[in-house]
């Protein structure tokens, strides 16, 4: 049920949802902060909300208590550019919670591509 209400939210897109949002990303119940984890690839590419406040909710949900909260937000990071990107994941990848290090190690895997086009960019 967070599940829905939170992607409803994040499509209704207007600012009230949004403040909305970011409160159950904050103090929701744990099952509405994981649900916020996972929609915010969907709020932050629908512009529904400035990269400024996605990255300071990524990075709030990313040291959560609750390790169902954490690797949802590892799966979420990937939106955000490769170097910041890595700053949040890096500690989730030694997470005691074997569920959260899964999914740190596979986002950071979805980030090696993009780090090597970076790199082919600069270079030209």
């Known amino acids: ?62 040291r959560d208590s609750d390790p169902v909260v954490r690797a949802a937000t590892a799966s979420s990071l990937v939106l ?3 170097r910041t990107a890595r700053k949040l994941l890096t500690p989730l990848a030694t997470d005691p919670e074997p569920a959260v290090r899964a999914a740190a190690e596979e986002s950071l895997a979805k980030l090696e591509p993009l780090r090597k086009l970076e790199q082919e960019l600069m270079s030209r």
């Open 1 to 62: 049920m967070a599940l829905v209400v939170t992607r409803s939210l994040a499509q209704l897109g207007t600012r009230r949802s949004t403040e909305c949002y970011l409160d159950a990303a904050s103090r929701g119940s744990p099952d509405a902060r994981a649900a916020a984890a996972t929609n915010l690839n969907f709020l932050a590419l629908n512009l529904h909300i400035a990269p400024g406040d996605a990255f300071a909710a990524a990075a709030r949900l990313a």
């Open 80 to 82: 955000f550019d490769e």
